[in-house]
């Protein structure tokens, strides 16, 4: 079964390439240096070519690379994505993920590093720096070398730290830093930065405590095109055999399950809720819930898909933790019910959706989120459109920062 419509798609992207029509290739003024080429003579091997850095940690930063990545190649610039987590530890990513499993592991250990350190960018602070930097830069650098760009976008705090260090050896390297985040801890912020882009004013005035001459953006959080054209609420229950009077929430937290998913699922499914519960890339929750799915055919489980834009657009509500599913969730136009699960960085978050409107907090025992949901049920309404947002205005303020480091005005 496919994600969404394919055919409403077109629609969409021609309203975004209305925005971004013009601007064609990348081509800098004549006389610009870039990557130690003139823009009026000389090799353009380097020219229009962006390298994005995420991070293996959960989705979210994948999540943001993809939207950006799409974004920049409507504007004529070539991208190309890299895990900097894995170029840290040179080999898949999970010395970090574990590292960061143990930190949230033990209840208030991390919230301790994120609020006391890195937000205030303390002696651990720059020692996670330095640390993840000697080993990230020599790799990056190697990467810079071989496969030459004329833009670096970081997606992750570490990568944005080595790439501010090696900027002085690439002349012409523009560098930019994206962060979701509500409060932009110290490691984000690097002096060799051209450009931060943030999703809040919050955010930018973080920023700014540790670089107050920063040039910094505020610009919407990027959504990925598919949940710009779901399927109705109609469509979407049809396909997944749900009853379209009944009321149905999707239950997800991320590519790691995190919280009571389990027995959350269950106690909806009792209170009548048909349940669209994600497991994510979290295997034991997979297994977990297709078990409970065999005792309740209520409970629809899924492992880690592509599906989301069609369960959203089945649901009446969305419940989930602080991060980018937030924001896809008020594309289609669903509430949202937020569970504290979180630590650190994304209890800052929780504050900064709940300030947003159309969401709740939870507590995370099993009871506590039901009555919450149940609640929340009762008050949503139903979906009067198909999508409540479009991605124009992303668009917009994305090339009007983009055009603060000379990527082309009116894109």
């Given at each position: 079964m496919s994600v969404t419509k394919m055919d409403g798609i077109d629609a969409t992207v021609s309203g975004i390439d209305a925005v971004v029509r013009g601007a064609g290739?990348?081509?800098?003024?004549?006389?610009?240096?870039?990557?130690?080429?003139?823009?009026?003579?000389?090799?353009?091997?380097?020219?229009?070519?962006?390298?994005?850095?995420?991070?293996?940690?959960?989705?979210?930063?994948?999540?943001?690379?993809?939207?950006?990545?799409?974004?920049?190649?409507?504007?004529?610039?070539?991208?190309?994505?890299?895990?900097?987590?894995?170029?840290?530890?040179?080999?898949?990513?999970?010395?970090?993920?574990?590292?960061?499993?143990?930190?949230?592991?033990?209840?208030?250990?991390?919230?301790?590093?994120?609020?006391?350190?890195?937000?205030?960018?303390?002696?651990?602070?720059?020692?996670?720096?330095?640390?993840?930097?000697?080993?990230?830069?020599?790799r990056l650098r190697e990467d810079l070398r071989a496969e030459p760009v004329d833009m670096v976008v970081s997606i992750f705090a570490s990568a944005a730290a080595a790439v501010s260090r090696l900027k002085p050896e690439f002349p012409g390297l523009i560098t930019a830093?994206?962060?979701?985040?509500?409060?932009?801890?110290?490691?984000?912020?690097?002096?060799?930065?051209?450009?931060?882009l943030v999703t809040s004013q919050t955010a930018a005035r973080y920023v700014r405590r540790f670089s107050p001459n920063a040039r910094v953006a505020v610009v919407p959080t990027p959504?990925?095109?598919?949940?710009?054209?779901?399927?109705?609420?109609?469509?979407?229950?049809?396909?997944?055999?749900?009853?379209?009077?009944?009321?149905?929430?999707?239950?997800?937290?991320?590519?790691?399950?995190?919280?009571?998913?389990?027995e959350a699922a269950e106690a909806l499914a009792r209170a009548g809720v048909w349940v669209l519960a994600v497991a994510g890339r979290n295997e034991k929750l997979a297994a977990r819930l297709a078990a409970l799915a065999e005792r309740d055919h209520r409970v629809i489980p899924f492992g880690f898909t592509t599906r989301i834009p069609e369960l959203m657009a089945a649901s009446n509500l969305v419940v989930t933790s602080s991060g980018d599913t937030c924001s896809e969730a008020?594309?289609?136009?669903?509430?949202?019910?937020?569970?504290?699960?979180?630590?650190?960085?994304?209890?800052?978050?929780?504050?900064?959706?709940?300030?947003?409107g159309h969401a709740e907090v939870t507590s995370t025992d099993s009871l506590s989120l039901t009555r919450s949901a149940l609640a929340c049920l009762d008050r949503v309404k139903p979906p009067s459109q198909r999508v409540a947002a479009t991605p124009q205005a992303w668009e917009q303020a994305f090339g009007a920062a983009l055009a603060q480091v000379g990527l082309g005005a009116n894109w």
């Open positions: 290739a990348v081509t800098p003024s004549p006389g610009v240096v870039v990557n130690g080429a003139l823009a009026d003579g000389g090799s353009d091997a380097r020219r229009g070519k962006v390298l994005l850095l995420s991070g293996s940690l959960g989705m979210g930063h994948d999540v943001m690379a993809e939207a950006c990545a799409t974004s920049l190649e409507r504007r004529g610039l070539r991208t190309r994505t890299a895990d900097s987590l894995r170029m840290t530890d040179g080999r898949n990513g999970t010395l970090g993920q574990n590292a960061f499993r143990g930190l949230i592991a033990v209840p208030g250990v991390y919230d301790a590093l994120h609020f006391s350190q890195l937000r205030t960018g303390g002696p651990v602070a720059r020692a996670i720096e330095r640390t993840s930097s000697r080993f990230l830069v020599p830093v994206f962060s979701s985040d509500c409060c932009v801890h110290r490691i984000w912020v690097q002096e060799n930065t051209d450009l931060f959504v990925r095109a598919p949940f710009y054209d779901p399927p109705t609420q109609e469509e979407a229950r049809a396909n997944l055999g749900i009853p379209l009077e009944s009321r149905c929430v999707l239950l997800m937290s991320g590519s790691w399950g995190l919280g009571p998913l389990v008020r594309v289609i136009g669903r509430d949202l019910l937020l569970m504290d699960v979180v630590p650190g960085h994304g209890r800052d978050n929780l504050q900064k959706e709940l300030d947003r």
